[in-house]
């Protein structure tokens, strides 16, 4: 299997800040930092998580979903296990509920030969 693109998340960053208007200043004294911090940041090839999620809170962006979307990877096994689609087989369920009571209940009124 062929290695995947590399996902430049720190170019994503500064193409947020850029979009926004915002300068390193701006941003280390939004996240109560320093200059220095940001800048060093910035130059670093790579991010903490942690760092990224203060910087999706600061910029109101998802880089997580955007990162997810570019890698070449299937969606986990149990992602199916998620609130709605248990929501939507209960929904399927109570349907076929529904019909089957309609039916004995049609049958139940109806006159007898």
Known sequence: M????????????????????????????SMNTSHSTV??????????????LEWCELLQYNFFKEIAVKLPYNDPPDADNSPVVQQQKRIQELEMEVAILKRTLKDLVAPKS
């Open 2 to 29: 062929d290695k995947p693109e590399p996902i430049r998340v720190i170019a994503m960053l500064k193409r947020e800040m850029k979009k926004r208007n915002l300068c390193v200043a701006d941003v280390a004294r």
């Open 39 to 52: 800048f060093g940041s910035l130059q670093r090839p790579t991010i903490q998580v942690q760092k990224l």
